[in-house]
Structures are given as structure tokens and as C-alpha cells.
Antibody, heavy 118, light 113 residues
Framework: QVQLVQSGAEVRNPGASVKVSCKAS????????MHWLRQAAGQGLEWMGR????????NYAQNFQGRVTMTRDTSINTAYMELSRLTSGDTAVYYC???????????WGQGTLVTVSS | ETVLTQSPGTLSLSPGERATLSCRAS????????????LAWYQQKPGQAPRLLIY???SRATGIPDRFSGSGSGTDFTLTISRLEPEDFAVYYC?????????FGQGTKLEIK
């Protein structure tokens, strides 16, 4: 069965960076784009970007250009999302999710809470 | 970017009733890649990741009960739950992926009356 397992909760100071991992299993990792989204407490969903695990080519949302880096390691079927220059506004649950139908997402990770606080 | 507006913000209904949720886009939602409307619906319960219900405006995702149905095209889309079960009370989001960036509506909370 398809599973996406994310790394655990993180706490960072403002100005720092965080890197979240997403290990995929149960399907061909290189066959599906991987998306990253986030959700602040009590808020809606925000798309951050996606990566083609086959080529490694990313597409980033304009709001995160210059601050986000998405990578992957095909040897261990894992995608990564690194966000730099963190502020309190980046406090949220971050999700990885597998693409379906050219842009929807069908399987989600369990989420990783990133808290930015001094 | 395409703005999605969901209505109502909160819907109060009883188990067994029919729920109709609306999603309106600021511009037509379509793409050359997906032959149908590039519109998805998700269900989210507290403390859980969203779950894909509908993609391509009207196709049910794997394992989704047939009481969930999606319809619409262009800029107006609807999610219908024909007969509410207790587990259906949650927040529902629509998402368009016909143009970049993909965007989500603000959500409709379906609560027990």
C-alpha cells in the first residue's frame, strides 16, 4: 500500500532553516510528482511547490521562491523540502503528497509540525 | 492566480440529509493535460491530513463511497453528499489544478445540526 512517512516535529528560531523528509513506499517513487503543502493552525491549505522525482526538477510557488528548496534521493525513495529564513509566519504543519491526475494529490504524509519561535 | 470561493462557510445538517457544497473559480478551471475539469475535492478531519474525494471535477478517488459526487465545469463546481453519515462531518476543500499555482478554497465546515 502507498505510504508517505514524514520526519518528526521541529522547533526553530527565527532566521533559521528547516528540512523535512518524506519517505515513500508502496509505489514507484520516480513515477509520480511529489508536492509540498502547508497549513497553519485553523487555516486553509497552501501549495508550496512540487518536484519531479525522476529528473529532480522542481517547481516552486512564487511566494516561496528563493526560500524553498525541494530535492530527492531516489536510492532511498525520499523527498525533501528545506525552507530557509524562517519567521513566525512559517509556523505550520507541512505535508508531502503524491500527485494524481496532473495536479490533484491522492496520498498524503502524516504532516510535520514546524514551530518557529524565539 | 485562480481564486476559489467556497460556500457556504459553514453548513449545519443532520445525518441522513443531503449536503450541497459549492466552489466558484475566478477563471475557468481546465487544462490540456486533464481532459475533464481540473478540480478536486478533499475532506479533512481534525488532526488528520486531507483525503482526496473527487478529482477531474467528477471522478471519485479510490475507496470513496458513492454517496459522494462531484459536478460542474468552467467556473462553478459542486460536491454533493447524498445522505450524510456521522463520519462525513468535517471540513471540505476544493482545489484547482488547471493553472499554476494550484490553489485551494478557504473550506466549508460541515457540522452536525
Amino acid at each position: 500500500q502507498v505510504q508517505l512517512v514524514q520526519s518528526g516535529a521541529e522547533v526553530r528560531n527565527p532566521g533559521a532553516s528547516v528540512k523535512v523528509s518524506c519517505k515513500a513506499s508502496g509505489y514507484t517513487f520516480t513515477g509520480y510528482y511529489m508536492h509540498w503543502l502547508r497549513q497553519a493552525a485553523g487555516q486553509g491549505l497552501e501549495w508550496m511547490g512540487r518536484i519531479n522525482p525522476n529528473s529532480g526538477a522542481p517547481n516552486y510557488a512564487q511566494n516561496f521562491q528563493g526560500r524553498v528548496t525541494m530535492t530527492r534521493d531516489t536510492s532511498i525513495n525520499t523527498a525533501y523540502m528545506e525552507l530557509s529564513r524562517l519567521t513566525s509566519g512559517d509556523t505550520a504543519v507541512y505535508y508531502c503528497a503524491r500527485e494524481w491526475d496532473y495536479g490533484a494529490v491522492d496520498y498524503w504524509g502524516q504532516g510535520t509540525l514546524v514551530t518557529v519561535s524565539s | 492566480e485562480t481564486v476559489l470561493t467556497q460556500s457556504p462557510g459553514t453548513l449545519s445538517l443532520s445525518p441522513g440529509e443531503r449536503a450541497t457544497l459549492s466552489c466558484r473559480a475566478s477563471q475557468s478551471v481546465s487544462s490540456r493535460a486533464s481532459q475533464s475539469g481540473s478540480l478536486a475535492w478533499y475532506q479533512q478531519k481534525p488532526g488528520q491530513a486531507p483525503r482526496l474525494l473527487i478529482y477531474g471535477a467528477s471522478s471519485r478517488a479510490t475507496g470513496i463511497p458513492d454517496r459522494f459526487s462531484g459536478s460542474g465545469s468552467g467556473t462553478d463546481f459542486t460536491l454533493t453528499i447524498s445522505r450524510l453519515e456521522p463520519e462525513d462531518f468535517a471540513v471540505y476543500y476544493c482545489q484547482q489544478y488547471g493553472s499554476s499555482p494550484p490553489t485551494f478554497g478557504q473550506g466549508t465546515k460541515l457540522e452536525i445540526k
